[in-house]
């Protein structure tokens, strides 16, 4: 895929559109889904959106009861087991759900964390590569066989606009050498969720499976757990006094708004044909150009095919040696 393929389409919908404006008019009776994270924050809009459309959803959890508890009312939702930080949890996992559920039509990578303190996960896999990228590759690996079953799937990877802040630090993404930056950590992790996208689109589009990233905008949830408020407030996304500023007022999402970009990747049949491609406010966001805001538009390493393959090999090999 090339940068030249970040085209928007002219949705209809837009940044403030929610999930379930944007699945209004479409039904999903006798789909099966799985979105990870999908208990709290956006993941569980997005359970909401895809369940009350008539989808049969599976939400991997690594706190079931919790989960059980957010998810209390939402018919045609199912809750299972797993540790994205533990391939063993996701391998089993995998597993069952292949055996009971032969035929995945969705899956939705959502869950995810952000610049957290240095920790490792894995085989020493720094943690937000190893959960954000590694888990959803691993758990991808073992669905495959009923995602090409399902004779058209969509699987849809939770990127960011933080992807802006670093491409895959190929000599040491799991900073064995190099000193931690929580930030550029995260935005290692958020580049490789894109370049995983085009990575299933490269190779799966002839068995029937589409792949996109989206960036879901900013919104106050769980995510960002790891950040105290004098951070958000050099951030600028909190007053000292602990108010909103009115920039972040307009510009920020709430859960269901935030839902709404991966809900339509996931469902809209403008995507009919294509793949690869990077989203944002329920469309495909345009490429990167030096006019562009810094945070802002795709920028042209998560378009690059070799990238992809690249990152394919390195993840293939991480997890045969975990």
């Not at 919908?13 to 799985?34: C, M, P, Y």
């Not at 990877?157 to 802006?164: N, Q, Y």
């Not at 589409?210 to 949830?221: D, E, K, Q, W, Y």
């Amino acid at each position: 895929m090339a940068a030249s393929d970040q085209i928007p389409l002219g949705s209809g919908f837009h940044a403030k559109s929610t999930a379930r404006e944007v699945v209004a008019d479409i039904g999903l009776a006798g789909k099966n889904a799985i979105v990870t994270g999908g208990y709290s924050g956006i993941g569980l809009e997005t359970v909401r959106a895809l369940a009350e459309a008539g989808a049969k959803v599976t939400v991997p959890a690594r706190r079931p009861e919790a989960a059980q508890a957010a998810l209390a009312g939402i018919s045609g939702v199912t809750v299972a087991a797993m540790d994205l930080a533990d391939q063993a949890s996701v391998r089993r996992f995998a597993q069952d759900h292949v055996a009971a559920t032969p035929k995945l039509h969705l899956l939705i990578n959502n869950a995810g964390i952000m610049a957290c303190p240095l920790a490792r996960v894995g085989a020493g896999w720094e943690s937000q590569f190893g959960t954000n990228h590694l888990g959803h590759f691993g758990l991808y690996q073992g669905l495959l066989p009923s995602l090409r079953a399902a004779n058209g799937a969509r699987v849809v990877a939770l990127s960011s606009t933080g992807h802006i802040l670093s491409d895959v630090i190929w000599e040491d993404p799991n900073y064995q050498s190099r000193k931690y930056d929580k930030w550029e950590a995260y935005g290692q992790s958020k580049s490789a969720n894109a370049l995983f996208a085009l990575g299933v689109d490269l190779r799966e589009r002839g068995n029937g499976i589409r792949a996109f990233s989206v960036h879901p905008g900013g919104i106050f949830t769980n995510l960002q757990r790891h950040l105290p408020d004098e951070e958000m407030v050099v951030l600028g996304w909190k007053n000292p006094d602990g108010t909103l500023p009115e920039r972040i007022k307009a510009s920020f999402k709430t859960p269901e708004q935030g839902a709404s970009t991966t809900v339509w990747a996931a469902t809209s049949p403008k995507l009919e044909g294509k793949g690869g491609v990077y989203c944002e406010d329920c469309d495909i966001a345009k490429a990167a150009t030096p006019a562009s805001q810094r945070f802002e538009h795709a920028r042209e390493w998560i378009s690059d095919d070799a990238r992809a393959e690249k990152l394919w090999a390195m993840s293939d090999t991480f997890l045969a040696n975990a």
